[in-house]
């Protein structure tokens, strides 16, 4: 070889040396940065010259690994927002330890109406309001929780969105970087990478890498990111109550105009929409039926009791004169003083009734006795001080008695968990609570309804404490329980749903954890390694230069011998 050839590799050998521990250094500085990989230089020799003069950087990467990241980071961004909803639901459910929860609160009014029914005790009517009335307003205050969660979730979707959307536009411009072959490859790919990984988060998607090195991006059926990016539309609702249903009212994630909300799924924007349409709705319909049933339960116990002492029955159905009835039967009606002796007893054919008006036309016609509908409630009130209906013999088209479709003496308003109340004229004066009865067999001049009865606060128990059938809903199945042992069941169901969400976000953040510290060792620096390769190419580098020198002494001996 040349001394020339010889300068030329001891030259290129130098330089790469130089490159290599510049090179090392800067992996070293990197260690600690997320979704740093380690860079590598490979020297290619030029045989024209057999210089080492040109190579190639290039970055350590495991396919697989990242590919695992990806998913399982799609997994724990949909786990770990699940369980925190789930948290915060469980602190909404109450501490069973204070009687603050639902099951503690329909126990309670059990307990208050057995003692009622007794007859033993010193609990009164009023205890027993009170007790309907804590649990009416540990329902609603519940099922508001629900629904600030579906908002809080809904708004979310909204955040997540423009995340997701912030980053398509960021990787789409790395893209162009890369195709276009601008900047430090390496280090634009490894931006690339972390924004996939943050997107994976988010959402679950897939991709590919074509040959021109573009990264192809999917989700819900859709390519976000190609030769251009296609961002994700949505119109938060600002308000979400237990009638809020997707998508009637509530809004969808769309790309492109097409609604693509159902095939969203995985991350954080997965979960969000689950918890908004899925989740937490299964929770409220669980809480709807258990209000729903207690309603209508009690309120129908309380229709066949009396209160004492007897007043005015005023409906909670509202009604009109031209409001259809279709009855059968008879319907009692006894007058009654204010101490329930009865002062007269009348019975009303209802086989020609078929509307209310007709209804308060009997009533009238019988003497001491006033119906009319006053602020759309159909009133009925007697001189005597007085009135009891018996309406066990007075049923509709469906079975129901005419006390109970009227809704006299009920103790709750309302339909769901939502709207449950004590009514308004139960909660003004609980003396009306129906824990009498109308004793059927007294005749004029005899008690009727007695002070301190205990028949409607039997029945009323009873309303509670008797197995009925409740059909599916929520995550429970359908089921023979009683009001309290279901609201049991209603607590129990949605503590599972929050442990499961928690044991949940653990697994799959443990899985996630742990392929991003096998990529990381796979693929992010090792400075152990580092630090020898310095050493090395330091060397590598000392050697160059002093064969440098040597060459140059011999180019200076060549030149003396031919002066």
């Given amino acids: 070889m040349s001394l020339s050839g010889a300068l030329a590799n001891a030259t290129a050998a130098l330089t790469t040396s130089q490159y290599q521990v510049s090179l090392s250094t800067t992996n070293v500085a990197n260690a600690s940065t997320d979704g740093y990989t380690t860079k590598t230089y490979s020297a290619t020799s030029q045989t024209a010259t057999l210089a080492l003069s040109t190579g190639e950087l290039s970055r350590v990467t495991d396919t697989y690994m990242q590919k695992s990241l990806i998913t399982s980071s799609a997994s724990a961004g949909y786990a770990e927002t699940i369980d925190s909803y789930m948290t915060r639901y469980d602190t909404l459910l109450g501490d069973t330890s204070s009687d603050g929860d639902i099951a503690s609160l329909t126990s309670a009014l059990s307990t208050t109406l057995t003692t009622l029914a007794s007859g033993t005790g010193d609990t009164d009517a009023a205890a027993v309001v009170s007790a309907a009335a804590e649990l009416a307003d540990g329902l609603r205050t519940l099922s508001s929780g629900i629904q600030d969660l579906r ?11 423009d995340e997701i959307n ?51 991006i999917y989700a819900g059926g859709q390519m976000l990111v190609g030769t251009t990016v296609s961002t994700l539309s949505f119109t938060p609702s600002g308000s979400v109550s237990a009638d809020s249903t997707y998508p009637t009212n509530l809004s969808g994630v769309s790309v492109n105009g097409r609604d693509v909300t159902s095939s969203l799924t995985g991350g954080e924007l997965g979960a969000l929409i689950d918890l908004r349409d899925e989740a937490l709705p299964a929770e ?16 129908t116990a309380a229709s066949t009791g009396a209160a004492a002492p007897p007043g005015t029955l005023t409906s909670t159905t509202a009604v009109t004169a031209a409001t259809p009835l279709s009855l059968t039967g008879s319907l009692g009606v006894v007058q009654s003083t204010t101490a329930g002796v009865a002062t007269a007893i009348d019975e009303i054919d209802l086989s020609s009734v078929t509307t209310v008006g007709e209804l308060m036309d009997a009533l009238n016609s019988l003497d001491g006795v006033s119906a009319s509908i006053v602020d759309g409630k159909l009133t009925i009130s007697s001189s005597s001080g007085g009135v009891t209906l018996d309406s066990s013999l007075a049923l509709t088209a469906d ?64 309303a509670l404490t008797e197995d009925r059938s409740f059909a599916a809903s929520g995550n429970l199945s359908a089921r023979s329980r009683s009001l309290v042992d279901y609201a049991t069941d209603v607590l129990s169901g949605a503590a599972t749903t929050v442990s499961t969400a928690a044991s949940t976000a653990s697994s799959a953040t443990a899985l996630r954890d742990g392929y991003a510290n096998s990529l990381s060792n796979a693929t992010g620096v090792n400075l152990d390694e580092q630090t020898a390769l310095v050493s090395l190419y330091q060397q590598q580098y000392e050697v160059s230069a002093q064969l440098m020198s040597a060459i140059q002494a011999m180019y200076d001996a060549l030149i003396s011998m031919v002066s």
Avoid at 154 to 161: F, K, S
Avoid at 291 to 296: E, G, N, V
């Fill in 151 to 161: 908002s809080d979730a809904d708004a979310a979707i909204a955040t997540t969105v």
């Fill in 166 to 216: 912030a980053l398509l536009v960021d990787i789409d411009s790395l893209n162009d970087q890369i195709v276009a072959g601008q900047g430090d490859q390496t280090s634009l790919a490894d931006s690339r990478d972390t924004a996939l990984q943050a997107l994976s988060a988010l959402v679950s998607v897939t991709s590919y890498t074509d040959a021109s090195g573009r990264l192809n």
């Fill in 284 to 299: 409220q319909a669980a809480l709807d039926s258990l209000a729903a049933t207690l309603i209508s339960a009690i309120n």
């Fill in 399 to 462: 079975g129901e008695t005419l006390s109970d479709w009227m809704g006299f003496n009920d103790v709750f308003s309302g339909s769901d968990a939502s709207t449950i109340r004590v009514t308004a004229a139960l909660s003004a004066d609980p003396s009306l609570l129906a824990a009498s009865s109308l004793d059927t067999s007294a005749a004029v001049g005899q008690s009727a309804v007695a002070s301190g009865g205990t028949g409607g606060a039997t029945a009323l128990m009873a």
